[in-house]
Nanobody
Framework: VQLVESGGGSVQTGGSLRLSCAFS????????MAWFRRTPGQEREGIAY???????TYADTVKGRFTISKDGTDNVLYLQMTNLNVEDTGMYYC????????????????WGQGTQVTVS
């Protein structure tokens, strides 16, 4: 299993970014995927999740601003982020292979290396 994030960068408040996570591995492990982030001074936070039917779940902190989607043909997981604010600054990770627990708080088996998002 391999997960490679990209698309991070610096953006002004109110701006938008789209993160990508190119994934490869057994399809069964890629059925349930999520985005997490670690913001300064905070614990890692699950922010968006997508199940095998394409149904999303969002944390309250990003609901209405972020959209998770998955392209099964190109094997890419996306996170479209809009109306960004300084509290969104942090390292963003994609994850796959939910082992136990809930979709945004559970334990995942596979992680990418992360991509940095800075909002100022």
């Amino acid at each position: 299993v391999q997960l490679v994030e990209s698309g991070g960068g610096s953006v002004q408040t109110g701006g938008s970014l789209r993160l990508s996570c190119a994934f490869s591995g057994p399809p069964a492990k890629m059925s349930y995927m999520a985005w997490f982030r670690r913001t300064p001074g905070q614990e890692r936070e699950g922010i968006a999740y997508i199940d095998d039917m394409g149904r999303p779940t969002y944390a309250d902190t990003v609901k209405g601003r972020f959209t998770i989607s998955k392209d099964g043909t190109d094997n890419v997981l996306y996170l479209q982020m809009t109306n960004l604010n300084v509290e969104d600054t942090g390292m963003y990770y994609c994850a796959a292979g939910l082992v136990r627990g809930s979709c945004l708080r559970g334990e995942y088996m596979h992680w990418g290396q992360g991509t940095q998002v800075t909002v100022s």
